[in-house]
Nanobody, 115 residues
Framework: QVQLVESGGGLVQAGWSLTLSCAAS????????MDWYRQGPGKQRELVAA???????NYPDSMKGRFTISRDNARGAVYLQILNLKPEDTATYYCHTKNLFTDYWGKGTLVTVSS
């Protein structure tokens, strides 16, 4: 059974930094690309960052600069570092991966940024 478990969210102040973690199990981690998505209140879910099994990263233009995705293949974990948090970063952040047949999502971790 595939499980993606996010952690590291919480209430933070604007300007702070935060690193989110996602622990994956039930997959051969080194074969899977991993992504972080987020969904803010009243907004659609959007891609934040992606990383290939080999560690190549990709960010939408709107996410370049303050977000860094990384992975530890030995631990089966993927991370998202967010610098200089802004109130508009308030969202539930989700870990995601997929194969040819199925998308897998974690339950998310909530990040709330106060101004």
């Amino acid at each position: 059974q595939v499980q993606l478990v996010e952690s590291g969210g919480g209430l933070v102040q604007a300007g702070w930094s935060l690193t989110l973690s996602c622990a994956a199990s039930g997959i051969i981690f080194t074969r899977y690309a991993m992504d972080w998505y987020r969904q803010g209140p009243g907004k659609q879910r959007e891609l934040v960052a992606a990383i290939t099994p080999g560690g190549v990263t990709n960010y939408p233009d709107s996410m370049k600069g303050r977000f860094t995705i990384s992975r530890d293949n030995a631990r089966g974990a993927v991370y998202l570092q967010i610098l200089n948090l802004k109130p508009e970063d308030t969202a539930t952040y989700y870990c995601h991966t997929k194969n040819l047949f199925t998308d897998y999502w974690g339950k998310g971790t909530l990040v709330t940024v106060s101004s």
